[in-house]
Every structure is written in structure tokens, then in C-alpha cells.
């Protein structure tokens, strides 16, 4: 061992690459301009979508070598194991004093082959392994699942079945986002928002448990309907954190987001123009703080989203701020359907009538759902036997993540944090 | 009695108020955050989890000292030490009452201030020594960190310097006696209050603390350059730390909080005895409101905090310095009494 590390060091692997990099990144550093993919926009804009003129320009405060005086860059592991790389993202760092001038993601860390795993599962018994991919928000994928399943075996769902899985969807949501929200308090060093975020989602876990059974990985939305019916207890359990759970999030809000230290951390950084969203096919949050108005549960809607009244909160400035303010809105976006949910709640089944083994036709069928970060999608083929022949997870974080390269440089170590935490990363769902 | 016994038996004094006090507040920091974390804090460890401290110390002293084979050993070594000697000797320069004092150093004040000086110096050693990427980065900050705030640190406390004339700690402490208007005891707190302020912001980033933790910045740099360090080494850095703070807020209480004086007591006889428990109390109030900061806000980024160091508060420390000069001295300018 001791006689490999100088020779390690010597290793000139950085040397002659660096020129190059550093002239490469220094074009990247320009902003691009609006029109950089000009058959994305105006096509695929829809009509009233907000187009922002001016964003701000990628931060970019250090200069690169004084007076000609030779400086090396660093590369540094940020990761797996970090405080603030949510759980185990690597990010390969090449850094100039403070400044990010390469950024990578490595991922795989923590890959139990899913997707392969689901076709040795009957189809009543992928959603567990689907709860383990994004394990903040595994309603979500497993409606996604279910509602992939019924297109091919053509079920239809009772009208009750699916205002539940609207029900428990955004209470899910609102447990995912709260997650988020502490998570990007504490990259930025701010510690007690965390655990009162903590003490909020206990509240819904709990009621998640009272629905469900269990109170992360659920398995209770499946192909058909629901698990079990919506137990008598909960409705008050939901009422009265209803009423309490809107002046709490004010004082959440009033700790991270209007605190001044945190706006000069995230205003302006991690700007991710539109065009480079789309192309990078971001979704969700991410998406909609770029001023893209695009939202699972309006443009395709499923469950009881179509009988439901709901806005879907947009960003302008396409920065950290804008992520963080388009998130907070969606929680209370989603306290406000929660009530009109609970308020509405038909009566009637809880579940079709489905065989105990679902041998679907053979065929493809694709199912998306608006999951807390963005469009969760299943694609999934039948060869007609109890079993999917193939699934395929499209999971919004992944898409969020690949981004990453592209907005790291030319911002500082703290700021990469503030990005990654931005993009609201489940590792799990990453890396499946 | 032999003057230099004596001078040793203070200084075991002042290393043993110093221990004392980090075991209290080690044990204070974490019933307070808990507090305002919705959490618990230690509560298994004897009652209240008053052991815990005792216990974490025994765990530190008997954990094995993992040392990296590349790391430079001496400096390596000598890190923990430089950054625990100088707060070990700030503590010499305090003065808990006229009597309980550890030394009566005509320039006590300049002492704490250059003593305090030398403590990033261990931990920018730290960084380098110990040969990892994340250290260095946390090192270095250290050093842009306290070279930009100990100008402000010691250019807010000279507008006392120069209303009461004093550097001696007790002397400073003995000309805040007495009312304003009656009813307003004379601390320099309400003359200096801007002075204060400016005191207290650099004083966080002097103690490395929230939300002013460069050097550690557990979200960026994990912890800085006390990454690779371990067992009593460690332990010492964070004694430091906390002596670091306790330093701070005494600072604060006989700068600003008249040290040990009681309002309209202070020729009170038992009011004198009781001086070094008035001086703890007002010490530890600060200290908590130091916890407090920690507790709630975030940190700021590297560049924002050398901005405000250099653009703002130097400045600003600069014009309130010069504005109580010349309020000062206009009385004799007029000819008035002054």
C-alpha cells in the first residue's frame, strides 16, 4: 500500500486534460440564451405558459488563476457517505478553490434491480417492491403500477377507489414535500426545521398507518382499487390535522424560506433555464419553477383529479428560490384537496371485482401519475401470464438528477448542496 | 506566598474553570437544542442525563486514536494543542469580580484579544496536517474567516476602551458603577449599543459558530478540519470550542453588562461577595443566546461572509470607533468640563 500512493499522486491524469476542461467548462459558464433549443419552445409551450424573459445569470464570483499563477483543481468525492447527499449520491467534484468548475452524479449505490425483480412477482405483488424504489412517496408508484395494470386488463375502478387513491396520493405528498423542506433547511445549516418537519409528517404517517396498515411501505393502492376500505377513526384524524397543519407550515415557512440568510443562500442559484428543463425531461417541481405549468393530475388526469378544483402553483425565476416556493405552495395546494377529498367522499366500493391472479392480455400499457417529484411512470408489457414480462420505472428524480452536470459549474461547494438539495434527490427511486 | 506558586495555583484555577465549564455547557448545548428541536436531549445517563457528559468524556479518552498513515504526524499532533492552549489561556484574562480574578494584567483586554488570535492558526494546521481535501477546504476557510472578523471583533470594543480609558478587565468592569438618569445603570451597552451589535456578529464568527461555521459546515464540508481526527484529539478541539464560547459571552458580560456589578449595589459588601455567581449568570445568559442562534438560523456561504466581514462591518466598526472619539472629546474641544 505505501508504495502505490506516490505513484497514485504522480499519476498526471489531470494535468494535460485540464486546459481543456477548463476552457470547456468556461463556455458552458455562458448563459444560454432562450432560443438554445428553438424546436422545444413555442411548440411545446402550451397556450398561457409563462415564459421568463430574464433569469438570473449562473453566479460567478472567482476568478480563474491570478496574474498567471499556476492553481490546480481538486477533485473531490462529495459522497456516498456526506451529510447532504441524501443518502448515497456521489458527486465527483473537480473544484477550483471554492468553485465547482466539473460536476458528476455516480450513481448506483443503491440498486436492488427492480425493475428485474417485478417480473418474477405476480402483479398484486410489485407494489412492495415499488414502495422500496421511492420510499418517500410509494403511494405514488404503486397507483402508477395499478393504473398500468388496469389499462391492460381493462378493470374499472369504483369512483370511492379512486377518490381514496387521490386521498392517501396527497397525503403522501404532503409527507414527501414536508421531507423535502427539512432536508433543504438542514443543507443550508438550519437545523430545527428538519425536526419540526419530522414532527408534521409523524402526524401523517400515523394517519397513513391508521388507512393503510403500514407507514412507508404501504402496498395498499392495487391493481382494481384499494387495499381496505377508509377505516371510520381516520376522518378526524385528518380533520384535525387540517386544522392545524396550515399555520404550522406558515411557521415553517417563516423559519427557512423568509429567513434572510436563506434567500441570499438560494435566490439566484442553481437556475435552470426552461429549455434545458424540457430537454432534460425534468418534471414536477423542478419543471413547474421554471414557469412550465405542466402537472400530471391536470394534463392527463387520473383518479379523482378530474372532479377536483386545484391550481397548480408555477415559479418565475427557475432557481432554488422558485423550487422552494413552488413546493411550499404544493403543500398547501394539497391541504386544500385533502378537505375537498374528504369532504366529497362517495360511497360505494372500495375495490373492483379483480381474479385473485391477474393474467392481463398481452400488450404495453404506460401509466404516469403526478408524484411529489415529478411524473412517476410505469411502463409496463404482459405476454398474457401472471407475471410482467418487463417494467419499466420512468422515475422523475433520475431526470432531475442528470441535470446536474449541467448546472454545477461555475458555482460554489455550498451552492452545489443548495442544487443537488433543491431538486428534491430520492436516491432510492434513482437508483431502483 | 512564593509568587510563582501563586501564579501556578491560578492557572490550575482558570484550567479548572475551564473543564468545569464544558462539561456544563456540552450538557447545556444539548438539553437547549433539544429543546428547541422538539427533541429530548440526553435523558438516559444518571438523572436528567447529567452523566452524559462524564460518560462521552470517558468514551473520548478510551477510544482508539485513529491516526491516517498519511497524515503529518507532528502537525498532526500539535493541532489539537494549539487550538486548545489559546483558549485555555484566554480564560488567564478574565475577571469574575474584584477579587476572584486569575490575573490583573493592565493590558488584559489586548492579552484575550491576541491569545484568541492564535487559535484559527491551530485549526488552519488542523486542515493542512490532515492531509484530506475536505480539511484543507475548511482550514483555509478558517483562515479568510478570522482574519475578516477579528478586525471588526477588536475594532467594536475600542469605543469602550476609549470611554473608560482602561485595558484592565477589572477597571473596564469598575468604571460602568452607577446610574444614567437615575434609573439607567451605566453599562456600556446602551452608549455602545451599536457597537454591540457589531461585537456580537463577529464574535460568532470568531467561535466558528452558527451561522458563521465555515470551517465545519457539517452540510459542506462534513466537519471541516476536525474530519480526521478522533478520540481525545478530538476532544480537545471541541473543548476548545466551547471554552471558545464561553470566552465570547464573558467577554460580552464585562465589556457590555457591567461583569459582576448588581445596578445600584455596588457598593453593596454582600453584593461584592456574591460578584463571580452575578458574573456566571450573566455569562451564561449569553451563552445562551449564543445556543439560541445556533438553534435556529442557517449558514451563510463563504463569499457572503467575507462580504459582510470586509464591505460592512469593518467599515462600520471603523465610523462608530470615530464617532465615539469625537463625542468624546467635544466637551473639551468647547472648553466644557468634559
Redesign the interface.
Known amino acids: 500500500m505505501?508504495n502505490r500512493?506516490p505513484a497514485a499522486k504522480k499519476q498526471p491524469a489531470g494535468k494535460s486534460a485540464q486546459p481543456k476542461q477548463a476552457a470547456q467548462s468556461k463556455q458552458s459558464m455562458q448563459p444560454k440564451p432562450a432560443a438554445a433549443n428553438p424546436h422545444l419552445l413555442g411548440e411545446i409551450l402550451p397556450e398561457g405558459a409563462y415564459e421568463v424573459e430574464v433569469l438570473p445569470k449562473g453566479l460567478h464570483?472567482v476568478p480563474r488563476g491570478v496574474d498567471e499563477l499556476a492553481t490546480e483543481h481538486?477533485i473531490?468525492n462529495m459522497g456516498p457517505q456526506?451529510?447532504?447527499t441524501h443518502g448515497v449520491l456521489h458527486l465527483l467534484l473537480e473544484i477550483d478553490g471554492?468553485e465547482v468548475i466539473t460536476g458528476e452524479a455516480n450513481i448506483g449505490y443503491l440498486h436492488r434491480g427492480i425493475e428485474k425483480l417485478a417480473e418474477h412477482r405476480r402483479y398484486n405483488q410489485v407494489g412492495t417492491l415499488l414502495d422500496r424504489s421511492d420510499y418517500l412517496s410509494g403511494l405514488h408508484s404503486e397507483l402508477a403500477f395499478s393504473m398500468a395494470v388496469e389499462q391492460l386488463a381493462e378493470i374499472e375502478v369504483p369512483r370511492k377507489a379512486n377518490w381514496i387513491r387521490s386521498l392517501v396520493s396527497e397525503l403522501n405528498r404532503i409527507a414527501s414535500h414536508l421531507v423535502w423542506m427539512g432536508t433543504f433547511?438542514?443543507?443550508?445549516?438550519?437545523?430545527?426545521g428538519f425536526?419540526?418537519a419530522l414532527?408534521e409528517r409523524e402526524a401523517l404517517l400515523d394517519i397513513l398507518e391508521t388507512i393503510t396498515g403500514a407507514r412507508m411501505m404501504f402496498n395498499y393502492v392495487r391493481p382494481g382499487g384499494v387495499l381496505m376500505d377508509l377505516p371510520p377513526e381516520v376522518e378526524p384524524m385528518i380533520r384535525a390535522f387540517l386544522a392545524d397543519f396550515p399555520t404550522k407550515l406558515e411557521e415553517y415557512d417563516t423559519?427557512?424560506g423568509k429567513?434572510e440568510?436563506?434567500q441570499?443562500?438560494i435566490k439566484g442559484v442553481g437556475v435552470i433555464h426552461r429549455s434545458t428543463a424540457l430537454a432534460f425531461g425534468l418534471t414536477g417541481a423542478n419543471l413547474r419553477a421554471t414557469g412550465f405549468g405542466w402537472d400530471v393530475r391536470k394534463e392527463r388526469p387520473y383518479a379523482a383529479y378530474p372532479e377536483l378544483d386545484f391550481d397548480i402553483p408555477v415559479g418565475e425565476t427557475a432557481d432554488c428560490w422558485a423550487r422552494y416556493l413552488v413546493r411550499m405552495e404544493e403543500m398547501r395546494v394539497s391541504t386544500k384537496l385533502v378537505g375537498q377529498l374528504l369532504d366529497g367522499m362517495p360511497e360505494g366500493d372500495h375495490s373492483a371485482k379483480v381474479a385473485k391472479v391477474l393474467r392481463p392480455p398481452a400488450g404495453e400499457a404506460y401509466a404516469a401519475v403526478e408524484s411529489p417529484r415529478g411524473e412517476m411512470g410505469i411502463h409496463l408489457a404482459s405476454d398474457g401470464s401472471d407475471k410482467p414480462y418487463r417494467m419499466r420505472v420512468r422515475g422523475p428524480a433520475y431526470y432531475a438528477l442528470s441535470i446536474i452536470d449541467e448546472i454545477l459549474p461555475g458555482n460554489?461547494?455550498?451552492?452545489a448542496?443548495m442544487t443537488a438539495g433543491s431538486l428534491d434527490l430520492v436516491l432510492g427511486e434513482i437508483d431502483r | 506566598m512564593n509568587p510563582v506558586l501563586v501564579a501556578v495555583l491560578r492557572a490550575l484555577a482558570a484550567l479548572g474553570l475551564m473543564l468545569a465549564n464544558g462539561v456544563v455547557l456540552i450538557y447545556m448545548l444539548r438539553k437547549v437544542?433539544g429543546h428547541?428541536?422538539?427533541?429530548l436531549g440526553p435523558n438516559r445517563v444518571g438523572p436528567f442525563g447529567l452523566l452524559q457528559t462524564t460518560m462521552d468524556v470517558i468514551k473520548l479518552l478510551t477510544k482508539e486514536d485513529v491516526m491516517a498513515?498519511?497524515v503529518d504526524k507532528w502537525l498532526f499532533r500539535l493541532a489539537p494543542l494549539m487550538v486548545f492552549v489559546p483558549a485555555f489561556m484566554a480564560y488567564l484574562a478574565l475577571a469574575l469580580s474584584p477579587t476572584w480574578r486569575f490575573s490583573n494584567l493592565d493590558g488584559g483586554l489586548l492579552y484575550l484579544f491576541a491569545v484568541l488570535s492564535l487559535v484559527p492558526i491551530g485549526i488552519v494546521i488542523a486542515g493542512w496536517a490532515s492531509n484530506s481535501?475536505?480539511s484543507l477546504?475548511g482550514g483555509m476557510r478558517a483562515a479568510g474567516q478570522q482574519i475578516a472578523y477579528e478586525v471588526p471583533l477588536l475594532l467594536s470594543v475600542l469605543g469602550i476602551v476609549l470611554m473608560s480609558g482602561t485595558l484592565n478587565m477589572t477597571d473596564i468592569v469598575r468604571s460602568q458603577q452607577g446610574l444614567w438618569l437615575g434609573f439607567l445603570p451605566r453599562w456600556y451597552i446602551f452608549p455602545q449599543f451599536p457597537a454591540f451589535l457589531l461585537f456580537m456578529v463577529a464574535g460568532l464568527a470568531e467561535l466558528n459558530q452558527?451561522?458563521f461555521?465555515m470551517s465545519e459546515?457539517?452540510?459542506?464540508?462534513?466537519s471541516g478540519f476536525a474530519n480526521e481526527y478522533s478520540g481525545m484529539k478530538f476532544g480537545f478541539m471541541f473543548l476548545a470550542e466551547f471554552s471558545n464560547s464561553f470566552i465570547i459571552a464573558a467577554l460580552a458580560t464585562t465589556l457590555f453588562f457591567g461583569g459582576w456589578l448588581i445596578p445600584g449595589l455596588e457598593r453593596n459588601a454582600l453584593a461584592l461577595q456574591l460578584g463571580p455567581i452575578v458574573f456566571m449568570i450573566k455569562t451564561y445568559i449569553g451563552i445562551f443566546v449564543l445556543m439560541w442562534i445556533r438553534?435556529?438560523?442557517?449558514?451563510?456561504?463563504?463569499?457572503?461572509l467575507l462580504a459582510l466581514g470586509w464591505k460592512r462591518l469593518i467599515p462600520m466598526s471603523l465610523a462608530w470607533v470615530m464617532l465615539t472619539g469625537v463625542i468624546i472629546k467635544l466637551p473639551s474641544l468647547f472648553g466644557g468640563v468634559g
Open positions: 505505501a500512493r464570483r481538486l473531490m456526506h451529510p447532504s471554492e433547511g438542514m443543507d443550508a445549516g438550519s437545523m430545527p425536526l419540526y414532527r423559519l427557512i429567513n440568510i436563506m441570499a443562500r460554489l461547494i455550498a451552492d448542496v | 437544542l428547541m428541536h422538539v427533541r498513515s498519511s481535501k475536505w477546504i452558527t451561522p461555521d459546515a457539517e452540510s459542506e464540508l462534513i438553534g435556529t438560523l442557517p449558514r451563510v456561504r463563504v463569499d457572503q
